[in-house]
């Protein structure tokens, strides 16, 4: 089983939702992506979820997962319709707020076999962990640069 994460800044634009959805196709069936995790913080993660809901309806093994950086015991978050479970990244009990999602985005990269970006705001989060995983290694595609 292959695994993809989504990173990218709150404000995409809408018309990126066709890329997402034709980039999740060749994720599943180029790269044998099984998994994939999104947070839930912006526009960028809600069109990730829904390209991925979309493909679901043709691939029923691919599973989607909600990335949570808060404990769920002191954040509510109710799992949306077509998702599959949450991951909230082991040790983050002890995580400050201020830094939360970052390290569970970190996390994620560094357990995940693909990244899908949407990124170009220097200085900002998505930048960095795109960065983050250019140095580890990891294989993406930056949708901002690339489509």
């Not at 599973?63 to 983050?92: A, C, N, Q, W």
Request: contains cysteine; charged residues 20%.
């Amino acid at each position: 089983m292959k695994s993809c994460f989504f990173i990218g800044h709150r404000d995409a634009p809408s018309h990126l939702l066709a890329k997402l959805i034709e980039t999740v196709q060749t994720y599943i069936l180029n790269f044998d992506v099984t998994a994939f995790y999104v947070g839930n913080y912006g526009k960028f993660d809600h069109m990730a979820a829904k390209a991925v809901i979309e493909a679901k309806n043709k691939h029923p093994s691919v599973t989607l997962y909600m990335l949570i950086p808060y404990h769920p015991s002191e954040r509510k978050v109710r799992l949306p319709s077509g998702f599959d479970g949450f991951l909230y990244p082991p040790g983050m009990e002890t995580t400050p707020r201020r830094v939360a999602i970052a390290k569970a985005n970190r996390y994620t990269i560094d357990h995940a076999d693909y990244l899908i970006a949407y990124a170009w705001q220097p200085g900002g989060n998505a930048v960095k962990m795109v960065e983050y995983a250019k140095n580890k290694d990891i294989p993406f595609v930056n949708l901002a640069l690339d489509g």
